[in-house]
């Protein structure tokens, strides 16, 4: 099913999502006081080894990000079950590309990396399954 509307409400609603894995499915129900709906939304989690695991995507740790943003080169490290940029932790790529450039950032466009023990960097939407 599709729905159409402006820019400016779709805008509105992406800034209303906590993070990536929160879907406008559930904003909308949030808004509109529905119950949740029964599937639960994909989130994101850590393992006991410091890996990240998000949408279905392990990042050991050790794992490099960068991306670039108005001419400068921003770094990171997955550590700890979660991707460190600056000194803060941060839950989905998404969250962290939109600390850095202050707008609502697909960050599995953003990012790229370098897994350990790759020489390599890559896009991390590569990395993403189909569904």
């Excluded at 402006?6 to 800034?15: C, R």
């Excluded at 989690?45 to 080169?73: E, M």
């Excluded at 350990?116 to 569904?131: A, E, F, I, N, Y």
């Amino acid at each position: 099913m599709t729905i159409d509307i402006s820019f400016e409400v779709f805008k509105a609603l992406t800034a209303l999502r906590e993070n990536e894995s929160v879907t406008y499915d559930h904003v909308l129900r949030k808004l509109l006081r529905l119950e949740r709906a029964s599937e639960k939304p994909a989130i994101e989690q850590s393992s006991p080894n410091g890996a990240w695991i998000a949408k279905g995507v392990v990042f050991p740790g050790g794992t490099l990000f960068r991306a670039t943003h108005k001419g400068k080169t921003y770094t990171g490290t997955v550590e700890d079950g979660a991707l460190r940029v600056d000194g803060r932790s941060y839950s989905s790529p998404s969250q962290a590309a939109v600390a850095i450039t202050g707008n609502s950032v697909n960050g599995w466009i953003f990012w790229e990396c370098k897994l350990p023990g790759q020489s390599g960097w890559q896009m991390l939407k590569t990395l993403r399954k189909k569904v």
